[in-house]
């Protein structure tokens, strides 16, 4: 038999959990999990295993037995070997300046140009250049400070924000294929607890105030500009999945395996073209190096919990089969390795954050806000076509769903966090129907598409990665 876990014992979390929302209804036949860990359990389950299964010690076949460079970093060291936040000089803030004047007045074009081109940085480009190649070959992530929110009008703040990272990253994800109903490239998201200005149940962590765990977004790059932050609570952590990666690889080599398996995930969102409510792949995957030895090789972390326990309103569903005891091992190894090994960066209003999605994964702090003081982020998906990482076969369709087809014409910038329209055509009709949401009851159930009545159809909103979500 295989020997326990050799896991640091550490006290359960002790990060505000201000706001935790219900868990989400598990599945038939679901293992005891849910989206906030649980350390008693955890352990448990760790012990039941390694005392009861014959559990692989051999990580997969061509996997490395560690992962070596920049980043693999443990958060208790990093801070003295690296300086990640970059402060604006005045020249520099003088250049923004310059070039949000010369987007808005001399050129006077939709958001959805601004590019390097449009914003041009003659005094920072070469800087920011710098800090993108350290996200891909470096500790992969940073943050840039300086920035005088209170300054700009909201709209100013964001063409400022999508000016800069179009010098980190050029090209923008598509967040959402929709707005106002309407078909749209959505890449600019917004971050924040919109609980006490809606009914509605949420199911997304990203819009209470919840603790939220440790995952990745989807992409190359995630950055986040904090408008505002909480009165308490909210701290930013980062932690390495190379380091994490190396802890599993040495101690329980047989959960590298359950990683690299295919997993089924249910997918909360509607996207162009989407069909399949159900994704199929691993949690990582294996890079070997090039031949040409130009790429050292690498593993990528791709995954975010709720897609296997579900969250508040959106529980995952029955017509998939439930996760294993595996993977719940597995999932909460990461989580709790995540705590570990990370760092909190210190996010401070005007602050923008990047960090390498594919190789950092990130969790949040509970919060509280106030009425004078409110935790507000803008997020990002952002791509580097010349230090670009490899995109994994397997995540090759999640990519293109992102990237995929996104134009400048049909690129939205929302100015502020979405919020559900209802049923539009008939509302009184819409309200009959209980695996609905309708504005005015308190008691849904968030659900898909449920047909016609009378030729009219009747739709959904679900709350998703960014928002609410016709389905």
């Known amino acids: 038999m295989a020997t326990a876990a050799i896991l640091t014992p550490v006290a359960p979390p002790s990060a505000p959990t201000f706001g935790t929302t219900p868990a989400a209804q598990p599945p038939p036949g679901q293992p005891d999990i849910s989206y906030h860990?649980?350390?008693?359990?955890?352990?448990?389950?760790?012990?039941?295993r390694t005392q009861t299964e014959n559990l692989s010690k051999e990580i997969p076949e061509g996997f490395p037995k560690e992962l070596k460079g920049d980043l693999v970093w443990e958060g208790e060291t990093v801070a003295k070997e690296y300086k990640w936040t970059y402060t604006?000089?005045?020249?520099?803030?003088?250049?923004?300046?310059?070039?949000?004047?010369?987007?808005?007045?001399?050129?006077?074009?939709?958001?959805?140009?601004?590019?390097?081109?449009?914003?041009?940085?003659?005094?920072?480009?070469?800087?920011?250049?710098?800090?993108?190649?350290?996200?891909?070959?470096?500790?992969?992530?940073?943050?840039?400070?300086?920035?005088?929110?209170?300054?700009?009008?909201?709209?100013?703040?964001i063409i400022i924000y999508a000016g800069i990272s179009s010098h980190i990253g050029s090209i923008r994800g598509r967040q959402d294929a929709y707005y106002d109903g309407k078909r749209a490239?959505?890449?600019?998201?917004?971050?924040?607890?919109?609980?006490?200005?809606?009914?509605?149940?949420?199911?997304?962590?990203?819009?209470?105030?919840?603790?939220?765990v440790f995952h990745t977004d989807s992409g190359d790059i995630v950055s986040l500009f904090a408008l505002g932050t909480a009165a308490e609570g909210g701290a930013s952590r980062l932690a390495s999945a190379w380091r994490v990666y190396n802890h599993i690889a040495e101690t329980r080599p047989d959960l590298i395996r359950t990683l690299a398996e295919d997993w089924e995930a249910e997918l909360f969102t509607k996207t162009v073209n989407d069909t399949d409510k159900v994704s199929r792949r691993p949690l990582i995957h294996h890079q070997p190096a090039s031949t040409d030895g130009k790429t050292p090789?690498?593993?990528?972390?791709?995954?975010a919990r709720r897609y296997y326990v579900g969250f508040g309103?959106?529980?995952?569903?029955?017509?998939?089969?439930?996760?294993?005891?595996?993977?719940?091992?597995?999932?909460?190894?990461?989580h709790f390795l995540g705590e570990r090994f990370s760092v909190s960066t210190d996010f401070q209003k005007g602050d923008i954050q990047y960090v390498n999605n594919v190789a950092v994964f990130h969790a949040r702090d509970g919060f509280r806000d106030t009425e004078?003081?409110?935790?507000?982020?803008?997020?990002?998906?952002?791509?580097?076509?010349?230090?670009a990482w490899e995109t994994p076969a397997a995540l090759s369709e999640r990519w293109e769903r992102v990237y995929g087809g996104v134009t400048p014409e049909l690129q939205t910038f929302p100015l502020e966090p979405p919020h559900p329209l209802g049923m539009q055509k008939d509302p009184a009709r819409w309200q009959r129907h209980r695996n609905c949401l309708a504005l005015t009851d308190e008691n849904f159930t968030l659900g898909s598409r449920v047909g016609e009545e009378d030729g009219l159809e009747l739709w959904c909103y679900v709350v998703v990665s960014n928002g609410y979500h016709r389905v």
Request: glycine share 4%; charged share 30%; hydrophobic share 35%.
């Open 88 to 157: 604006f000089t005045d020249e520099q803030l003088e250049d923004i300046n310059n070039a949000l004047a010369h987007f808005n007045l001399a050129l006077n074009i939709a958001k959805g140009y601004i590019s390097q081109e449009t914003f041009p940085l003659p005094k920072t480009h070469d800087e920011l250049r710098r800090l993108s190649r350290e996200l891909h070959f470096g500790h992969g992530f940073f943050v840039l400070r300086g920035l005088d929110v209170d300054r700009y009008t909201r709209e100013e703040n």
């Open 297 to 303: 090789e690498r593993v990528v972390l791709q995954y």
């Open 185 to 212: 490239d959505v890449v600019l998201g917004h971050v924040k607890d919109v609980r006490s200005t809606t009914k509605i149940k949420i199911g997304s962590p990203a819009y209470t105030a919840d603790k939220q």
């Open 313 to 334: 309103a959106l529980p995952r569903g029955n017509h998939i089969p439930p996760i294993t005891e595996a993977q719940a091992e597995a999932l909460d190894t990461l």
């Open 37 to 48: 860990p649980n350390w008693e359990t955890y352990q448990a389950r760790v012990a039941r």
């Open 372 to 387: 004078d003081q409110q935790r507000h982020l803008l997020r990002l998906w952002l791509r580097d076509p010349e230090y």
